[in-house]
Nanobody, 123 residues
Framework: QVQLVESGGGSVQAGGSLRLSCAAY????????MGWFRQAPGKEREGVAA???????SYADSVKGRFTISKDNAKNTLYLQLNSLKPEDTAMYYC?????????????????RGPGTQVTVSL
């Protein structure tokens, strides 16, 4: 089973940017569906972005045009570039993975997740 460790969270002002990274410790990393979801206090998990085995990407409507998901298979690392951040983007962000075929519809339903990294956006 792949182990995931996120980094790159922090506190920024609205309009700022962050880059989240997720190191995956498994030699078969490239065989997994990968993605990010977030959860704010008192709210449901929200799938943010996903990337499939072939590199195809998908995004939540709330982040389209602002966030970009990418992966480097040689480094076993997943990234999420967050631009034009808004206060409503404040949440714990989790890297997620799943080995099922096809990939689950949303990364919020992926079976493996990391411990999370906090993103806080202030006005």
């Amino acid at each position: 089973q792949v182990q995931l460790v996120e980094s790159g969270g922090g506190s920024v002002q609205a309009g700022g940017s962050l880059r989240l990274s997720c190191a995956a410790y498994n030699p078969f990393y490239s065989s997994y569906c990968m993605g990010w979801f977030r959860q704010a206090p008192g709210k449901e998990r929200e799938g943010v972005a996903a990337i499939d085995r072939d590199g195809g990407t998908s995004y939540a409507d709330s982040v389209k045009g602002r966030f970009t998901i990418s992966k480097d298979n040689a480094k076993n690392t997943l990234y999420l570039q967050l631009n034009s951040l808004k206060p409503e983007d404040t949440a714990m962000y989790y890297c997620a993975a799943d080995f099922r075929r096809p990939c689950p519809t949303t990364p919020a339903d992926f079976g493996i997740r990391g411990p999370g990294t906090q993103v806080t956006v202030s006005l």
